[in-house]
């Protein structure tokens, strides 16, 4: 890694870590509204399946987003906090209001898929700067996102 001006390559590990993590900060406010817009705009046969799952989706990733912002405050570092910054920052995008149901879980797979990359880069960010705590956090996300896409590509069938 490239040495920065003060001669540690520790900083350019951190700052690249911080914005991965705030990348996940604003995905995962997205994602919450979004899974909000879907739990309560679902229909269909399936309205009482999918308005439950999302319910539960949207407090899984509220936990996931505290912890990592939680988790850049205790490395100094600052998350992104106002709607205008998560949707200048964030991956994801919001829900268009038009979904039907099947579309609201294909969009969930392929944004915990989105997640998941983001995860996976501060895994090795984490790893390179030697902070496994974050590691740990990113790794056990990582491994729930992964449990849902699967359980909601079963879904689909």
Not at 44 to 69: R, W
Not at 114 to 119: G, I, N, V
Not at 138 to 143: A, K, P
């Amino acid at each position: 890694m490239a040495k920065t001006d003060s001669g540690s390559s520790s900083k350019v590990s951190t700052t690249n870590l911080e914005k991965v993590l705030d990348e996940q900060v604003a995905n995962l406010n997205v994602l919450y509204v979004k899974l909000h817009h879907y739990h309560w705009y679902v229909k269909g046969e399936n309205f009482y399946t999918l308005h439950i799952k999302f319910e539960e989706l949207y407090n899984e990733v509220t936990e996931m987003m505290d912890a990592i912002a939680e988790r850049m405050l205790t490395l100094k570092g600052s998350p992104a906090a106002t709607m205008k910054q998560y949707l200048k920052l964030a991956t994801i995008q919001e829900a268009s209001g038009k979904e039907e149901s099947r579309m609201m879980v294909q969009n969930l797979i392929e944004d915990f898929a989105t997640l998941c990359e983001s995860f996976h880069e501060g895994i090795e960010l984490a790893d390179k700067n030697n902070d496994q705590v974050t590691s740990d956090l990113l790794t056990g996300f990582e491994g729930d996102l992964e449990k849902h896409m699967w359980m909601l590509r079963s879904f689909l069938g």
